[in-house]
């Protein structure tokens, strides 16, 4: 939805606006907003002129600001879906473009022990979330609930491997989980099976006629 709405906000009630828009998006819901954005802070005199204004230029958010304001407000895997490649129109050098950001609500809750992990396949040496926490390629990496829940499904779960735990935790008798540092996670608690006592068992599953 929008189109230059929000450019007509002044910035002061900037905050407030999305803050709203956070609100009355259920849990679990997303925002599809299309706007149009600079590549650069449009001075004083064009943020003055009344034409430019009625025009969608003299209130255009930056375009790094834009994607800004629904992290600030409480949105999470906030992406740049559309930005059209050639500008819509170029005002004293500053290129103003057609963007549409989807925004996704539901970060909020307790974080709980669930025996969760997750693991980053690349191709970058690491990716960050909303929350701060560090995924670096090829770690498996605990996680509560909550993040776990989050991390497979959109917009990550074609970019991250869940590793849902061995034996499942009721929602009940979770404990408290501290996202304050990352730690590893145990392979034991996430693998669908136990392992073979030892290599030559391991070897034995793989001969004719085996498991394998």
Known sequence: VSNCVLNLVEDVHRPALFSELHRVVKTGGRVAISDIVCDEDVPGPLRSDPSLWSGCISGAFREDRFLRAFADAGFHGVQLVKRDERPWRVVEGIEFRSVTVVAYKGKAGPCREGNHAVLYPGPWS????????VFARGERVAVCAKTYRLLTTAPYRAQIVGLPPHQEIPEHEQAPFSCAGQRPRSPHETKNGPMPADYRAAQDCCE????C
């Open 126 to 133: 690491e990716v960050r979330d909303d929350d701060g926490h």
């Open 208 to 211: 004719p006629g085996a498991c």
